[in-house]
């Protein structure tokens, strides 16, 4: 079971712009530079890194999401009381 997330992310708003945001990610621009670009969280100036957290660190939407994912997988749009968010799961332990 994992224990804890390596993650980085990106918070918009609406969930529209999340969905811009994820085609510029699938068009080839790297998920850092997108989330200095975009993002709402002061997170951006490290591309959006959060580093390593475990369980009830984060907002449950959010830990929910993260904990399920893969090393290397972008999640969502992932709707919670801050906006829309796009998770990427650096690494897990």
Request: hydrophobic share 40%; net charge positive.
């Amino acid at each position: 079971m994992v224990n804890k997330v390596n993650a980085s992310h990106i918070l918009v708003k609406e969930e529209g712009e999340a969905f811009v945001a994820l085609k510029e990610i699938r068009d080839g621009k790297r998920f850092e530079d997108v989330a200095r670009e975009r993002s709402l969280c002061p997170s951006r100036k490290r591309g959006g890194s959060l580093g390593w957290f475990g369980r009830g660190q984060m907002v449950k939407e959010f830990e929910t999401a993260a904990f399920s994912g893969k090393k290397g997988q972008i999640l969502g749009p992932v709707k919670t009381q801050f906006g829309f968010h796009l998770i990427r799961v650096d690494d897990t332990a």
